[in-house]
């Protein structure tokens, strides 16, 4: 498996580019990939990711907690009952001070805590000026629920899969960023040779023109004939018009994309002319997916989560307990130091119980909601699975289908730049009409035009395979990616 270290730096990324006068595809992906607001999105959405899993296994560990209320004063007048049963309404002004440190640690095999500490404990009565001190050196304990939904059980079997879930989410971002970028770059390529093509045209019907006057002189071309070709002139200005705003526009949105401002004129793109992938196993590429895709990882969390759900539903409606055992010593005096001398043991056990009797039906229902949602769960799953492994096979295919397009294309644009070039010349000798010739003029340019499209079809589907694998065919290795 790569990794490939991904070290955010703004600074090297605006140098490189301003000393550079060209762009390839390789180096906006990478630019991409190191600065565009889409991959500080996917860092950011990892970091949470990363921060909230070390949170929770904080959990997991022991939480020492000072509690207690420093003041709790009251004035007031209380009923008191009299022997007789007659009440009097006696003064009272007091006040209560308690502390409480306690070591908890919660055990996620059955859900109890395992607590101890120390407590201490102050009452003063204000109106005849005496107080009272009570305290528990030390005691130990276990709380243990009966027959209870066990959250912390569940979360951490989740846990992992949710932060396996992101890292191999960054990875797809990663790709993903890749896949726009060969878009937003065979947009702006595709702008750019467009804007070529009209200026070579303008420049050629400039010249056409000046052939077609000179054999006008001659009395070897018609008057029609000059009309037409000024006609052509004018239809290629206002179309390389048009390109140049075109291109503009698309290069424009990939410099956004790439975070970078820089006046168009000084850029300019280099078309992708290498491609070796041209074959790819379909088992292999469904094999990658099953093991790279977070998609596997979901499912997994989700069924999880389902079984989650049935057993909360199946727990929190049936009996269920709580109970508490601790044990300590404790004492009470009037001054502090006394009260933690000659301490006597102290025992506590509580026990509480929730016993549903009436409830018409609420328990059940509730759990067959749960266990119809976990069938839900499972079906869109299994049509998921169906889904990806699909996409994987149309991008395989593509992969293979394109790069033989490629090269019949690029033989077509080839054959038809030579056919244009001849008729340029025939047109020259007068052996064809200027009909002729801008037929073969658009014959020349829709093939420059269909063969950048399959280029930028074949990339296209190039980094799309690698998006839904997240495997690199050509190294034959996993794509990871790792930032510092």
Known sequence: MKYLILIISLVWASTYVKAQ?????????????????????????LIIERREYEAFKTELKPQLVLSGSPMAYGKNYNPITQPDGSIIYQPIEQNNTSMELNLEQRISATGGTIFMGSQMSRFDNIQNSSHQYQAQPFYVGYSQPIFQFNQLKWQKKLAPLQLQEAEKGFVEDMEFIALRTTEFYFNALTAQW??????????????????TKAKKDLGKASDSEMLQVELNVISAEQAMTSAHLDYNIALRALLNYLQLDYATETISLIVPSEYKLNDVNQDVAWDKAQLNRKDFISYQRRLLEGESLIVKAKRDNRFQANVEMAFGTSNQATDLGESYKNSVESHQVNVTLRVPILDWGRAKSRINAATSNYELVQAQIDQEKLDLQREVINASEQVETMAKQVKYIQKADEVAQQKYNIALQRYELGDISIRELVWSTDEKDQAKNAYLNTLKGYWMSYYQLRTVTLYDFEKNENIWYVFQ
């Not at 006068?21 to 565009?36: E, V």
């Not at 009209?198 to 050629?204: R, S, T």
Request: hydrophobic fraction near 35%.
């Open 194 to 211: 467009n804007m070529d093509i009209a200026a070579q045209n303008v420049k050629d019907n400039k010249r056409i023109k000046e052939l």
């Open 21 to 45: 006068k060209t762009l390839t595809l390789t180096q906006c992906i990478d630019l991409a990939q190191y600065q565009s607001n889409h991959m500080r999105i996917a860092k950011q959405s």
